[in-house]
């Protein structure tokens, strides 16, 4: 199978490493790269000489961002080339765009490095559906926040520090505001959301990062026996669901609290599976080179996922209803003191947990706040 | 497609149900059952009603123990018929037998649920190994035995204590020696290394239980920063392997310290993908039952895995080799004093190890033994 990368940064260098190294049946016959950085034979910077070129079967998309990566993914399906992509970006912005061209076509749109690195998360979602419902999801899905949350509590860092350390190992950009506001997050929950609930998920929902977490947020936290990290979640029932992203307070001793470093941990509940969790790279060359390489793979062995998500599901808010602990100088509205400068809200539900932090960040701009799930 | 159950214990029940309500295009035609409990129009106590039936494509066994089971499942592939199994002992027994004689007969033969009930664990190796070599495999594969050190350690409860209401939970059998030697995890270990290193694993090698353990050793290792579970491992390297069945010291703060009751959590180490766990509900009727029922789907959509153990590795017990800890009233040989009445000794391989303990038994047998991995 004769294959174009889309973009030679560090996931396609990846995945052109792997192939040659290892998946001998598989050929990257041509590379689209920036005029000035053509090195290799292979590559080209003019897009139509992939997308009119018939011995490539298959397009990796591997660029990041949402243009021109659209307009490229929406050519190559349109010329009936199999697309595989990591870019969780532009997924998010137009899964079904990229879905009814796929399907109209007859050719496969896969997605698993978009959402997990190497863990094999949107397969194995799909693989549970066969004979589940997937009723709920929750993941530690940006290798950057768990760093400097690991960090903070591990090492006992302040935020700025484990920041600037993220920075310094390259898990953060300099620029870290996708990381660490949930930006990237939220992609990755509109994405998990799509295939688990077969639904064209909102792209407007509640999103809060860890900007304003602080080392002493996480001692009060862990005198408690809870530990916080940024989540997606998503829950599905009755015909309707709700997705969320916000930070959540796990008990120290969960499988959660212990994940190390840059890793994701992705959790699922099935129907008669009962709940499955799956850890491991969430980014990197080789992890989500490898994810990339097994859904081209997949697609050489005849796998064609179809993507539909004409089931017509509610977004309904409610479905998402848990206490919140807000830490701040201001004592919310209907606020039970729950430690020194911290105060509990009773049942609410994501949107309103979000609209009442803005709310406080009027007056106190440093306010921090978590979920506490009724489970913990 | 049609197909026949043999046993309808909990797991048969389970797939029966599963199918009945969730996969219409698969149907449950017969049943082996004994004749005392023919209480379904589809049940039969003579297995050659199944085995004969050339409308019968596939055959699913979860009777468990060895025979007849290793009659049933070598007749049912000889016939030409898929197998299905969820019985660790047999195939840890037979495994290479039955992958001849799928192959002889161009039939699949299919185990995920034999190792780590729902989790698809033997799924998830043979999709690494499209790209990987897998260089080692460690897992909580047991959940009875979880379940017990789970409690010893949050309920503070002791070994007898924890094992009672185990066995009132019905995780533990009346007679607990498969569980708590180590006999069910010796067997996962030798099905996920025959799957994982593609060799006709060896069935003498090292398995040590937690027999012995007691809450003040879970209180001492705890004071050390460690938790000890019960790991089934496995390690590959040049040609050669090795594995093991013992207590393992790992961080309070990891995952496997952390998996709570009779969950599983099963680990693999891949060249590319780095490390992945994979965590669920190891034993059961539903997650068994699905694990099953995935199996048949595939083998429905054309999946004919095939095992092939001609690689010719070496078993080499050298390739794990650690500290280890001896809790006992007798100073082992080369020991060096850890903790009060307890002895580090360094650099044993598992096997050297085990011989260790054993002669420390003759003069106490209460003593109790956990291995110390270096990354510890």
Known sequence: MRIAL????????????????????LEVSRILELPDRLT?????????????DDSIDLVVECMGGIEPAHTFIASALAAGKHVVTSNKAVVAAHFGEFAELAEKHGVAFLIEASVGGG?????SIEKVRRIDEVTSFMGIMNGTTNYIMDSMRRDGLDFGIALGRAQELGYAERDPSADIDGIDV???TIISACVAFDVDCV???PVTGIRTVSKRDLDLFASHGLMVKLFGRGVCKDG???????PVAVPLMSLEAAVPSNFNLVSLEGGTIGPLKFYGQGAGSLPTGNAIV?????????????????????YEPALMTC?????????????????????????LTAESARRLLEEIWQQDATAFMAALPQEV
């Not at 290799?40 to 009119?52: E, F, G, H």
């Not at 097994?294 to 064609?304: I, N, P, S, T, Y």
């Open 240 to 246: 309707k669901y709700a997705v969320a992203v916000e």
């Open 40 to 52: 290799d034979p292979r590559m080209t910077s003019n897009v139509d000489d992939i997308v009119n």
């Open 6 to 25: 889309l973009g030679y940064g560090t996931v396609g260098r990846g995945v052109d490493g792997i192939i040659r190294s290892r998946v001998p049946e």
């Open 294 to 314: 097994q859904d081209v793979l997949d697609v050489a062995r005849g796998r064609r996922q179809r993507y539909d998500f004409s089931r017509g599901l509610t």
């Open 119 to 123: 863990i094999p998360w949107i397969a």
């Open 186 to 188: 939220a992609n990755k």
């Open 323 to 347: 206490d919140y602990i807000y830490r701040s100088t201001v004592n919310p509205a209907h606020g039970d003191a729950w430690a020194p400068g911290a105060w509990r809200v009773r049942n």
């Open 203 to 205: 792209r407007e929902f």
